[in-house]
């Protein structure tokens, strides 16, 4: 698996490779925390449950970041793991994390909401999916 960010003009752009659908869902999620900071600076102290459908899986791409950065805002939390399964377009995770600590995280930027930019989600040649969009700093 593999979560990386990508250059993008005015945002940022976020990426998750793995497997299988709900891992890039997963690395798409790091690669979203990663843009804030060092995720190994993220203490995995905190579960907090998610869920999310939409009608296809670029929407639910779209909808799963967004209720990540919701729950960043809300609960002042960064998460660095994200455990996720996905059913008919029906996502459901567990984010791990911590509550912001300035000092230590310094975060480099705070994510307003993922954007239809560059969303893509699909299953490659090789079987492995690729999940990625533009989320609006």
Known sequence: MTATRFPHGADIGV????PTLA????????ALSASVC?????????PV????????DAVLLF??????????????MLFSRF??????HRLRAVAWGERVDPNRHQPAVEPKGATFTELRVERRPDGSWLAQCVVDV
């Open 15 to 18: 990426r998750g490779e793995g």
């Open 23 to 30: 891992a890039a869902f997963a690395e798409a999620a790091a």
């Open 38 to 46: 060092d995720l190994d600076a993220i203490r995995l102290e905190t």
């Open 49 to 56: 449950a998610i869920e999310c459908a939409a009608p296809n």
């Open 63 to 76: 909808d799963w970041l967004n209720r990540v950065i919701y729950e960043m805002a809300v609960r002042r």
């Open 83 to 88: 455990e996720t399964t996905i059913a008919n």
